[in-house]
């Protein structure tokens, strides 16, 4: 095998050459060493190095990931508090970034403001979407004492999307360190009979018992705005039901309880079906944490506002002016 060969692991299994390219990793990324000593360590050259260095960034044995200060516009939180009466605000200042984008940041700006509250022996009920599942990923691992995490709508681990599961309690739990219960039930089933005797399991009831007396709640609020429902995308509804679903009036959801855009909880079928906290329950929870940002989510978080279902937002500035606009309107 000649020195390039030597130097690039060809001829290597696949497993072999992955295992490869991380030890040049670990040995430049966590140990420090330079190109020069790692050559020197691997009888390989410099050059060899630095070829080894790009390919594990190109095949994803190193991620690099920039954080980027949080720059948040309190001017705009203290008026959207003032005026929507809420414990708190928190909004992410910047022009308006791709969805992808937009929900990552505020994920991690809801992971700083969630660790401030976190102390030991809390409950933490979570529910799913985007927002929340970025916002798990910014939490930074820790142990604390007797806290747990309760699934506060059903999910069954069949949805079409991983945001859209029990998946986030659970991780949520291993970011916390601690023990979750899963709500083992679909989220929408197919009437009030079949509800009833699901929400008559012992399993499921204690489950809601422990959601009921969550000290924190952390939600997504969801619209029913054509490509962003995220009933439809998790394959609960079809599009004709959700444009029923949006002629009665519902412009957003929290913990699938749909309302309109003056917050009034609306008394139709779907209400009825699901399996989760109720509205009146998530409004007596201390500390409801709503994430959601975009313009195109302005209708559903002034409704949730308006309603009540949530008392702290963690925003975009996107989001934020066009409620204030709409709010004087």
């Known amino acids: 095998m000649n020195e390039a060969e030597r130097g690039t692991g060809r001829g290597r299994p696949r ?36 070829r080894l260095i790009t390919e594990a960034r190109e095949r994803g044995v190193v991620e690099i990931i920039v954080h980027h200060p949080l720059q948040t516009a309190p001017d705009l939180a203290a008026e959207l508090q003032q005026r929507y009466g809420l414990k708190d605000v928190r909004v992410l200042a910047g022009r308006e970034e791709a969805y992808a984008r937009t929900l990552k940041r505020l994920g991690e700006l809801a992971a700083r403001y969630f660790e401030d509250l976190l102390h030991d022996g809390m409950t933490i009920g979570i529910s799913w979407g985007g927002a929340l599942y970025e916002m798990i990923r910014a939490i930074r691992p820790r142990v604390h004492e007797n806290v747990e995490v309760v699934q506060l709508i059903g999910a069954t681990g069949a949805e079409a999307t991983p945001t859209s599961g ?3 309690a659970q991780l949520l739990a291993e970011r916390l360190g ?38 924190i709640a952390l939600v997504g609020i ?56 109720d ?34 937002l963690i925003t975009d500035e996107a989001a934020a002016r066009r409620l204030l606009e709409m709010d004087v309107a």
């Open 15 to 50: 497993e072999d050459r992955l295992a490869y390219l991380a030890r040049v990793a670990s040995l430049y990324y966590e140990e420090q060493k330079t190109q020069q000593e790692i050559a020197a360590l691997l009888g390989i050259s410099r050059s060899g190095v630095s």
């Open 166 to 168: 029990p998946i986030l």
């Open 178 to 215: 601690c023990r979750s219960y899963q709500l083992h039930a679909p989220l929408i089933v197919d009437g009030a009979a079949a509800r009833q005797a699901l929400l008559d399991e012992r399993h499921i009831r204690e489950t809601l018992e422990r959601a009921r007396r969550a000290d």
């Open 222 to 277: 969801g619209t029913t705005r054509s490509g962003y429902y995220s009933l439809v995308r998790a394959g609960y509804l079809t599009e004709a039901e959700a444009a029923e679903i949006r002629k009665s009036g519902a412009v957003g959801d929290v913990c699938a309880q749909h309302y309109g855009f003056d917050g009034r909880w609306l008394d139709i079928d779907l209400n009825r079906r699901v399996i989760g906290i």
């Open 279 to 312: 509205h009146d329950a998530l409004r007596r929870i201390d500390t409801v944490i709503g994430v959601a940002g975009g313009a195109v989510k302005a209708q559903a978080i002034h409704g949730a506002l308006r309603g009540r279902y949530v008392n702290v």
